[in-house]
């Protein structure tokens, strides 16, 4: 079962301007992190945010804020200010704390800046 | 940041040929190591999670013997494709963590592989 789901493939935005990567999520247990990943055509994987289930507030890290609807089972990425750098493929994950540190990854976005 | 160091970033060999990836944690210790498999435009595959000191838990569908995983250490581990050839052919990217809640995998830059 899918356990992560991103439903946009592709994405365009102009630069400076914010846009918002989808991310949804299916699980039962209580307790658990939700991750977003940057991976540039370069290959390597950057954490760019976290967010956990009890945690009251949405994250932010600088230019990303993860919008967290719990309710939803949604933690959406915002990335304000986008710039060129931001193309790249962009990755939701899960790590339930059943499963101990495994993490399910979404099958990705890919972010396309557009000048 | 934590630090997870992949090498090599390129290999090209032959088919046949057993071909070995190291992946160091260079400034924590990495209780729990993955490796994973990534085709072109798709997500991280997960081949195994490797527990220090422990035989490694394989993802249903991927072979043992064809992919050998050692953790012998908090800090490195290293996978062994062996007898590899041309549908072995991939980017393989490693990860550690050294404990649960919050902490995120920590990725390796990622070693492409090209059998001939």
């Known amino acids: 079962a899918q356990k992560i789901t991103q439903t946009q493939p592709g994405m365009f935005v102009q630069e400076k301007e914010a846009v918002t990567l989808d991310c949804t999520y299916d699980?039962?247990?209580?307790?658990?992190?939700l991750f977003w990943y940057k991976q540039p055509s370069s290959g390597e994987m950057i954490f760019l945010i976290y967010q956990g289930s009890y945690d009251q507030q949405n994250a932010t890290e600088g230019r990303y804020s993860l919008n967290f609807q719990k309710a939803r089972k949604s933690a959406n990425l915002v990335i304000s200010a986008s710039q060129l750098g931001d193309s790249a493929m962009y990755f939701c994950?899960?790590?339930?704390?059943?499963?101990?540190?495994?993490?399910?990854f979404g099958t990705g976005t890919s972010l396309t800046v557009i000048p | 940041g934590a630090v997870v160091s992949q090498h090599p970033s390129w290999v090209i060999c032959k088919s046949g040929t057993s071909v070995k990836i190291e992946c160091r944690s260079l400034d924590f210790q990495a209780t729990t190591m993955f490796w994973y498999r990534q085709f072109p435009k798709q997500s991280l595959m997960l081949m195994a999670t490797?527990?220090?000191?422990?035989?490694?838990?394989?993802e249903q569908g991927v072979e043992k013997d064809k992919f050998l995983i050692n953790h012998a250490s908090l800090t490195l581990s290293t996978l062994t494709v062996t007898s590899a050839h041309p549908e072995d052919s991939s980017f393989y990217i490693c990860s550690g963590t050294n404990r649960m809640g919050n902490q995120p995998q920590h990725f390796g830059d990622g070693t492409r592989l090209s059998i001939l």
């Open positions: 490797s527990n220090e000191g422990s035989k490694a838990t394989y």
């Open positions: 994950a899960m790590r339930r704390d059943s499963s101990g540190n495994q993490f399910y």
């Open positions: 699980t039962s247990d209580p307790s658990y992190g």
